[in-house]
Nanobody, 122 residues
Framework: QVQLVESGGGSVQAGGSLRLSCAAS??????MAWYRQAPGKEREFVAG???????RYADFVEGRFTISRDNARNTVDLQMNSLKPEDTAVYFC??????????????????WGKGTLVTASS
């Protein structure tokens, strides 16, 4: 049975940093990604990685976030620096056996975690 479990969320002051981690179990995936959903807004793509080094970021990331994965541990991390109040959201990890960035950006991923809350206060 596939499971994705996120950790690392919390509350920080604006300008601070957090590192989110997602542990996958049950199988390995070509594609893994992070999404977020702020209160009253739709879920949006944040960052994705295919295999080990092919990455994509949403425009609003502006170089502040870095996605990485450890295939041996079957984990994907999101290092978030220079957090802004508008980054406040529930962050979700997702995984898919496919390897098309269009799939990641569209959010058409097969497996999803339950999310972890990130709050950046001014």
């Amino acid at each position: 049975q596939v499971q994705l479990v996120e950790s690392g969320g919390g509350s920080v002051q604006a300008g601070g940093s957090l590192r989110l981690s997602c542990a996958a179990s049950g199988r390995t995936f070509a594609s893994m990604a992070w999404y977020r959903q702020a209160p009253g807004k739709e879920r949006e793509f944040v960052a994705g990685i295919i295999w080990s080094t092919n990455t994509r970021y949403a425009d609003f990331v502006e170089g502040r976030f870095t996605i990485s994965r450890d295939n041996a541990r079957n984990t994907v991390d999101l290092q978030m620096n220079s957090l802004k109040p508008e980054d406040t959201a529930v962050y979700f990890c997702a995984a898919d056996p496919g390897f098309q960035f269009a799939t990641l950006i569209r959010g058409s991923m097969q497996y999803w975690g339950k999310g972890t809350l990130v709050t950046a206060s001014s």
